[in-house]
């Protein structure tokens, strides 16, 4: 039998499957490009999906990662300035400084192909519009990945 937490909820099995958060500071894009691959895992295999994370203002991973899956090919501005407006509230509240890190996830991705480029400059031209400060996007896919820039 299960046994209830402290807030009242129960979950069956371990939580040996969750990733672990690095917990030093990612000070560089190979840096945050390794903890994306294992935030992301086995997903890395699925649909295309932004994975962000956000990171303070020294570099460490808030335990705050928002995957989004099946995104569009062509991101829909309004969209993403939804998503860019609410991290930015998180991090003004949490993490004044800090900054965003994205992954561009699809199975055959992992490189600079229509999807990431797209998704790249729409989170770039959101970002800098609403002073949100992206420390990473990296491509990733089932057999490869890569930093797109940061």
Request: zero cysteines; proline letters at 11%; charged letters at 20%.
């Amino acid at each position: 039998m299960d046994t209830p937490d402290a807030a009242g909820w129960a979950a069956p099995g371990p939580d040996d499957d969750l990733p672990v958060l690095p917990a030093h500071p990612l000070r560089d894009v190979d840096d945050i490009l390794a903890a994306m691959l294992s935030l992301v895992g086995p997903e890395r295999a699925g649909p295309p999906a932004l994975w962000l994370a956000l990171l303070d203002a020294d570099g460490t991973m808030l335990p705050v990662v928002l995957p989004l899956v099946g995104i569009p090919l062509h991101p829909d501005p309004a969209q993403v300035r939804q998503v860019v407006v609410a991290l930015a509230d998180i991090l003004t509240h949490d993490a004044p400084d800090g900054s965003v890190a994205v992954a561009v996830v699809r199975a055959a991705g992992g490189d600079r192909g229509s999807l990431e480029r797209a998704w790249e400059h729409a989170l770039r031209t959101t970002t800098a519009d609403h002073g949100v400060r992206l420390s990473a996007v990296v491509a990733i896919g089932e057999h490869r990945a890569r930093v797109l820039g940061p």
